[in-house]
Nanobody
């Protein structure tokens, strides 16, 4: 079992920045691949980024603006979000799975484990 807790959401004006954190606990093998996705009501989760080992992947919608990183000593994964736009408004979730989820580029919203989500609101 893996537990994930996101923090760092909030309200920001367009052009601003936020950093989301995801504190993980539980079976290390089940959280070798960590990802972030976001969701708005009535839509499927949009995968944003994942990190597994030293490799990362980004969706085109956030490439160059968002950065995913992890601090293994703190069991925490981060999503640094810069140049935020109103269309970035959503509930953001971190997710975890075994390493193959990153290798095979699984849909992040379908990873085995997810946190409770944190709201990000970007105003124009």
């Amino acid at each position: 079992q893996v537990q994930l807790v996101e923090t760092g959401g909030g309200s920001v004006q367009a052009g601003g920045s936020l950093t989301l954190s995801c504190a993980a606990s539980g079976d290390p093998g089940s959280r070798e691949c960590m990802g972030w996705f976001r969701q708005t009501p009535g839509t499927e989760g949009e995968g944003l980024a994942h990190i597994g080992g030293s490799t990362t992947w980004y969706a085109d919608s956030v490439k160059g603006r968002f950065t995913i990183s992890r601090d293994s000593a703190k069991n925490t994964t981060y999503l640094q979000m810069n140049s935020l736009k109103p269309e970035d408004t959503a509930t953001y979730y971190c997710a975890a799975d075994q390493s193959f989820a990153c290798w095979l580029n699984y849909v992040i919203a379908r990873y085995t484990y997810r946190g409770q989500g944190t709201q990000v609101t970007v105003s124009a």
